[in-house]
């Protein structure tokens, strides 16, 4: 018993000087500085730039090396070969899509004893028709038309007509295309006469709900019939045209 009393008397006056050491040290010694309001924002806003840019913030890579475009390795002839491919592809895609959107037809009119030839650009407004369907008809579609004759005078003719579609038989495996038939009739005019006419048509047509070139919009190819009477003179006028129209939805 002495002998544990002894060793305890001994751990304490070895444990007595440590401990009034540590109570003399300055609290700024024994406690860690605070960051300043500074020192966040600045860390915080490194952060953000480096999860924003998704990279470190010194890359271990040469970044232009990396990122140098493909153009730059080209030889001449293959910039050449590129040059000629652009030249050639915008007036061509140009030119596809303004024939899509107004395709030309080829008309003759006799009037007056005579036959005139010209051109025509018509397209025109679908009304109608199941749109449920992935491909379906409009029920009536509002054709408007831009005709010029070369030897007629005035020589220009504007055309509005009201037509009904009759798809008569697919001749497609998924019924792209169909053979059809309409009929309707409308006001023409030259800016000087008006004359009402009736109007048929027999040919191909494809139908809505096709978004791909150049099954968009609808188009119709064949052949047109119209017979019209020229209120200001008193007179009947036909024509016949190799034509193709577009309709929109």
């Known amino acids: 018993m002495n002998e ?23 609290a700024s010694v024994l406690a860690q500085p605070a960051p300043t309001g500074t020192e966040d924002t600045t860390r915080q806003r490194s952060l953000e730039d480096t999860v924003r ?8 890579y040469d970044t232009l090396t990396v990122t140098k475009p493909r153009y730059a390795y080209a030889s001449p002839l293959e910039r050449l070969a590129l040059a000629a491919f652009t030249a050639i592809s ?17 008309t003759v009119m006799q009037e007056d004893g005579v036959l005139r030839s ?3 650009f018509s397209t025109g407004i679908g009304f109608g028709g199941d749109t449920s369907k992935t491909i379906f008809f409009p029920d009536f579609r509002l054709q408007l038309e831009g005709a010029y004759f ?19 038989a697919s001749i497609h495996s998924r019924d792209f295309a169909w053979f059809g038939l309409a009929g309707g009739g409308g006001i ?10 009736a109007e048929g048509w027999v040919g191909l047509m494809n139908p809505m709900g096709i978004r791909f070139l150049t099954l968009f919009p609808m188009h119709h190819y064949g052949l047109r019939g119209r017979v019209g009477y020229n209120t200001t003179t008193g007179s009947m006028w036909y024509e016949l045209s190799l034509t193709a129209t577009s309709t929109f939805w």
């Open 188 to 197: 023409s005019t030259d800016f000087s006469t008006i004359s009402p006419y």
């Open 4 to 26: 544990i009393f002894l060793i305890m008397t001994s751990l304490a006056k070895l444990g007595a000087p440590l401990l009034l050491a540590l109570l003399l040290l300055p």
């Open 53 to 60: 840019i998704g990279v470190s913030p010194r890359p271990w």
């Open 90 to 106: 915008i007036p061509v895609g140009l030119s596809i899509g303004v024939t899509t959107l107004l395709p030309p037809s080829i």
């Open 118 to 120: 010209g051109v025509a």
């Open 150 to 168: 070369f030897t007629r005078v005035p020589q220009p003719v504007m055309r509005a007509g009201l037509l009904v579609d009759y798809p008569a």
